[in-house]
């Protein structure tokens, strides 16, 4: 192995418009950095070419998630306790570790707000005297909700337990279920969706998807006693509404239909696109259900691998019907 210095060679042979003086291979390192730097904005605008401003660090933000998710469900999601732990001192510890972090990750983001593509195109005004003193508040909001949100998931590991014939104990719904895991970072990210804190809940959210498979959008509105069963595949949109005692199999999709395109030839958002499922749904593996005016009635039962763009009524079944599988002889 070569250390920087080998690598690049004499740094003190400078890069000439006629070319690199350079030993190679740190000649064509030079080469390439000549020919990426135009390729970059660094002007602080949110664009596909940007590459600077103070952007929220991925790492931290998933290390306060993990703290929090670690108060929500002490000694069962990222950190052990044991039975000498004082848990008053944990969720401090804990609790206090997040929100240093988040203080400054907030802050960070807070500018998107107004600095983002969309909010820009939309002519969003900058709302925000001292980022600092706002991200204090919304942390501090945050906070205030997690009494609430911990209600919420303890309905939620009651769901699993009832809706899942394989669970035997509480304890591994909370240490091993996907989805558990999953709603457990998004009831967390939807509070900081719902407080207006651009890119951090996203972050949480796709960090959550890339360990467990299942896409929650922090927007999208789920009520308590949800359960996600297996998991893999799921879906779920920005503007779903997802009411009480729902459950859902694997590859369950709550999509969009169509995309109304502005005249800027940009999709419009901030519009309904995703469907809604009232109280009581069940909804199996492979199901597809979409569109912003779907709305699928109370206690109704999608079957499997079905595809669905309108409504259906309240205690409905839903299933394929002239669907016909053979077995054959060898």
């Known amino acids: 192995m070569t250390d920087d210095s080998t690598f690049h060679g004499p740094t003190d042979l400078p890069c000439t418009p006629n070319g690199c003086l350079r030993a190679s291979p740190g000649r064509i390192v030079c080469e390439v950095v000549s020919a990426l730097q135009p390729r970059y904005a660094q002007d602080g605008v949110d664009t596909p070419k940007g590459a600077s401003g103070d952007i929220p660090s991925l790492q931290r933000v998933v290390e306060a998630l993990h703290c929090l998710q670690d108060v929500l469900f002490p000694g069962r999601m990222s950190s052990e306790i044991t039975p000498k732990t004082s848990l008053e001192a ?4 804990q609790l206090s570790r ?17 600095q983002g593509a969309y909010a820009v195109s939309a002519g969003r005004q900058a709302d925000v005297g001292d980022v ?21 998931l303890i ?11 394989a669970a035997k104990t509480y304890a591994e719904i909370m240490i091993s279920y996907p989805g558990l895991r999953a709603i457990t970072t998004h009831r967390v990210a939807h509070e900081l969706y719902q ?21 929650i959008h922090p927007g999208a509105q789920i009520g308590e006693s949800f359960f996600i069963d297996h998991g893999t595949g799921v879906v779920i949109g920005e503007t ?9 199999y694997q590859g369950v999709t709550l999509g969009a239909r169509s995309f109304k395109v502005g005249a ?5 958002k901030e519009v309904k696109r995703h469907p809604t499922l009232k109280d009581d749904v069940v909804v199996y593996a492979n199901a597809t259900i979409l569109g912003g005016d779907t709305v699928i009635g109370k206690g109704a ?3 499997s691998s079905v595809w669905i763009l309108e409504s259906v009524p309240a205690g409905a079944t839903v299933v394929i019907r002239d669907f016909n599988t053979e077995v054959r002889a060898k």
């Open 98 to 114: 997040a929100y240093r972090i988040l203080v400054v990750e907030v802050a960070k983001a807070l500018p998107f707000r107004w």
């Open 240 to 248: 779903c509404e997802i009411g009480r005692n729902v459950k859902l």
């Open 195 to 215: 407080l207006d804190v651009p890119l951090i809940p996203r972050i949480m959210s796709e960090h959550a998807h890339s360990h467990t498979g299942i896409d």
């Open 264 to 268: 800027d030839g940009v999709l419009v």
């Open 155 to 165: 309905t939620d590991v009651e769901a699993a337990y009832r809706g899942d014939p």
């Open 132 to 152: 600092d003193v706002e991200a204090h508040r919304i942390v501090a909001a945050l906070y205030e909700r997690l009494p609430r949100v911990r209600d919420l």
């Open 301 to 303: 039962v999608i079957g």
């Open 90 to 93: 944990f969720l401090e510890e």
